[in-house]
């Protein structure tokens, strides 16, 4: 990989500035001053040093987020905040993308990443990965809605996939899916004559949400990582 390009991917610098770090010798290739701005490195090997510090290429980022109401699962819009501008800088990498989508109005966990083949594993109908979430609807329930949900809900040209719901208490409930069709859980509800008044997913895989704050991010622990399958 061409030096100016590894050092603006791994210091998020533009290429210019890139250049100029390397026109003013402050870039080390292997303990030598490098003069050459064309020179090619070979990232896993080479040892690149910029101001007494030894850089680390990575190529790949997992993250997670608390997606806080209100704002969209997209990466640009002319009128909505999106979620991508609630990762910080040293987090932005090159190609960064949204891993599935929650509504503008559905709160929680959302994955993140520049790995094209894991968003294709995670978003891949066939995997069948679970996700769960935290439900508060308004109405009353049909009574034998465990087992509706149990059985497969029919809705619009597609029955669900059998889930779990849980219920917590007055008008909350968990309900776990293991598809992701547009307003899945809404619509779901609806057919269990509810309406949802507040959606947050908690789960995705054995992958909590834990702790996190709203609109905080994370990177993920390869520990993490699997937990997605599960
Ligand atoms: N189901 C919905 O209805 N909305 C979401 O955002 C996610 C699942």
Request: charged share 30%; aromatic share 8%.
């Amino acid at each position: 990989m061409r030096l100016d390009k590894y050092l603006a991917d791994v210091l998020k610098i533009s290429r210019q500035n890139a250049k100029k770090l390397i026109k003013d010798k402050e870039v080390l290739v292997n303990d030598n001053i490098v003069s050459n701005i064309n020179i090619i490195i070979d990232e896993k090997k080479d040892c690149v040093i910029v101001n007494n510090q030894m850089l680390q290429y990575q190529k790949y980022i997992y993250l997670m987020m608390n997606k806080p109401k209100g704002y969209l699962s997209a990466t640009f819009d002319n009128s909505n905040p999106t979620i991508i501008e609630l990762v910080p800088q040293q987090f932005n990498f090159k190609d960064l993308s949204i891993v599935g989508r929650l509504d503008k109005d559905t709160a929680g966990l959302i994955l993140l990443s520049n790995d094209g083949a894991f968003i294709h594993n995670i978003t891949s109908p066939k995997k069948h990965i679970s996700k769960k979430y935290y439900v508060e609807y308004s109405g009353v329930l049909l009574s034998d809605a465990v087992s509706y949900v149990e059985n497969g809900i029919e809705i619009d040209d597609y029955k669900t996939l059998p889930g779990k719901l849980e219920l917590i208490g007055s008008n909350k409930a968990y309900i776990t899916i293991y598809e992701g069709k547009f307003h899945q859980v809404k619509k779901m509800f609806e057919k269990l004559n509810t309406k949802v008044e507040y959606l947050k997913r908690v789960q995705i895989g054995s992958l909590q949400l834990g702790d996190l704050k709203i609109g905080e991010v994370k990177e993920l622990t390869l520990d993490e990582l699997e937990k997605i399958k599960e």
